[in-house]
Nanobody
């Protein structure tokens, strides 16, 4: 089992910045990618940013140029630097880790953190 712990959320004014952190622990042996998703009240969970084990990144159009995803050298901690925050960024942000199955013939497994609240005021 893999456990993800998020931190760094909070309340910030529009135009401000926050940095989210996600630390992975447990049975980690073959990570495909890590990333961040978010879910606002009444809306579906959506992708924010991902980074593969090879270092390639992907961002939602709504955050391009404002958010930056990165990781530590061990590739078990991922960060999301959020600049120029807007009220529409308000959501619960969830860390995600995708890992290959211990059994090669089974599907990859996604693990999720508990979520951290980000609130951006006008």
């Amino acid at each position: 089992q893999v456990h993800l712990v998020e931190s760094g959320g909070g309340l910030v004014q529009a135009g401000g910045s926050l940095r989210l952190s996600c630390a992975a622990s447990g049975s980690i042996f073959s990570i495909n990618a890590m990333g961040w998703f978010r879910q606002a009240p009444g809306k579906q969970r959506e992708l924010v940013a991902t980074i593969t084990t090879g270092g390639t990144t992907n961002y939602a159009d709504s955050v391009k140029g404002r958010f930056t995803i990165s990781r530590d050298n061990a590739k078990t901690t991922v960060y999301l630097q959020m600049n120029s925050l807007k009220p529409e960024d308000t959501a619960v942000y969830y860390c995600n880790l995708q890992q290959k199955s211990r059994l090669a013939y089974l599907r990859d497994t996604d693990y999720w953190g508990q979520g951290t609240q980000v609130t951006v005021s006008s």
